[in-house]
C-alpha cells in the first residue's frame, strides 16, 4: 500500500496542487497524510486561538476529508515568512514527521515559486529527505500552485513530466477548493475553480485524457524503471 506524504507551506496549497490526484490515490487504497507547514493565516504572528487560525483549521479539515486525506501534521511556523527561520528548524520538523509516517512518495512545491515560504518549503523536504541507508522515501515529486508557481515569470518554468489522470476526481478536487472559499477568487483570477478546472483540462489535454495534475519528478529510487 502507497504511503504519501504532502508537505506545504500553507493550507490549501494540496488542494490547488494535487487535490486530484490524493482523491484518486486514496480511492485506490493509499494512505495519505499532509504536513503544513503555516497556519496560513496572516504574515505577523497571529494566535493560535484567533477565530482566522481555526477557521483555516477546520477548512483543511473539510478538505482533507474530501480529498481521503486520513492524517494532518499542523505546524506553526510564521506564515510568509518562512524564510526568517532557520532552515534546519523547517528540515528537522519534516525530519520528525517523515520518521513517524514514513511515507514512500512525498509531494511537495516547485522550487522555484514565488512564494517564498514555497521555495524554503521545497528546499527543506529536500533536505530532510537525504537518501541515506534505510530511508523509506522512494519518489519526490513538485507540484504546481495557482497564484504562486506561474507568476514566477522570470524563473525557469514549471514543465511537469509526470502526470495523474484525475479525470474521474475533478468533483473532489473542485469540493476540496470549495472548503478553501475564503481564499478563492472570482474568475479570470487564476485562483478561481474556472481557471483550474482550466488548467487541469489543459494538462489533461497534453497527455491525451480529460483531466490531470502535473508533476516534476525530482527523484525517484527503484528497482525497475
Ligand atoms: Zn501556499
Given amino acids: 500500500m502507497k504511503r504519501i506524504l504532502v508537505v506545504v507551506a500553507h493550507s490549501d496549497d494540496e488542494a490547488?496542487?494535487?487535490?486530484?490526484?490524493?482523491?484518486?490515490?486514496?480511492?485506490?487504497?493509499?494512505?495519505?497524510?499532509?504536513?503544513?507547514l503555516t497556519n496560513g493565516v496572516g504574515?505577523?504572528?497571529?494566535?493560535?486561538?484567533?477565530?482566522?487560525?481555526?477557521?483555516?483549521?477546520?477548512?483543511?479539515?473539510?478538505?482533507?476529508?474530501?480529498?481521503?486525506?486520513?492524517?494532518?501534521?499542523q505546524r506553526d511556523f510564521p506564515d510568509n515568512q518562512l524564510d526568517s527561520v532557520p532552515l534546519l528548524d523547517v528540515v528537522q520538523s519534516v525530519e520528525e514527521v517523515v520518521a513517524e509516517f514514513k511515507p514512500d512518495i512525498i509531494l511537495t512545491h516547485f522550487d522555484n515559486d514565488l512564494n517564498?515560504?514555497?521555495?524554503?518549503c521545497h528546499q527543506a523536504v529536500l533536505?530532510?529527505?537525504?537518501?541515506?541507508?534505510?530511508?523509506?522515501?522512494?519518489?519526490?515529486?513538485?507540484f504546481e500552485v495557482p497564484s504562486s508557481t506561474e507568476w514566477a515569470f522570470s524563473a525557469p518554468a514549471f514543465s511537469p513530466n509526470?502526470?495523474?489522470?484525475?479525470s474521474a476526481h475533478t468533483k473532489h478536487k473542485q469540493q476540496a477548493l470549495e472548503a478553501y472559499s475564503g481564499e478563492m477568487h472570482a474568475a479570470p483570477?487564476?485562483?478561481?475553480?474556472?481557471?483550474i478546472e482550466a488548467l487541469a483540462r489543459w494538462r489533461g489535454a497534453t497527455v491525451g485524457v480529460e483531466a490531470a495534475e502535473g508533476f516534476c519528478l525530482i527523484r525517484q529510487i527503484s528497482k525497475e524503471i
Fill in 189 to 195: 483570477h487564476v485562483r478561481s475553480i474556472k481557471s
Fill in 16 to 36: 490547488l496542487g494535487c487535490g486530484g490526484t490524493l482523491a484518486a490515490q486514496a480511492d485506490r487504497g493509499a494512505e495519505i497524510a499532509v504536513m503544513f
Fill in 127 to 142: 533536505t530532510a529527505c537525504r537518501p541515506q541507508p534505510g530511508h523509506s522515501v522512494r519518489t519526490i515529486l513538485s
Fill in 43 to 73: 504574515a505577523r504572528r497571529v494566535a493560535q486561538n484567533d477565530p482566522r487560525v481555526t477557521q483555516r483549521a477546520e477548512a483543511s479539515r473539510a478538505a482533507c476529508k474530501v480529498m481521503g486525506v486520513k492524517t494532518i501534521f
Fill in 162 to 166: 509526470v502526470y495523474v489522470d484525475i
Fill in 116 to 120: 517564498v515560504d514555497h521555495r524554503v
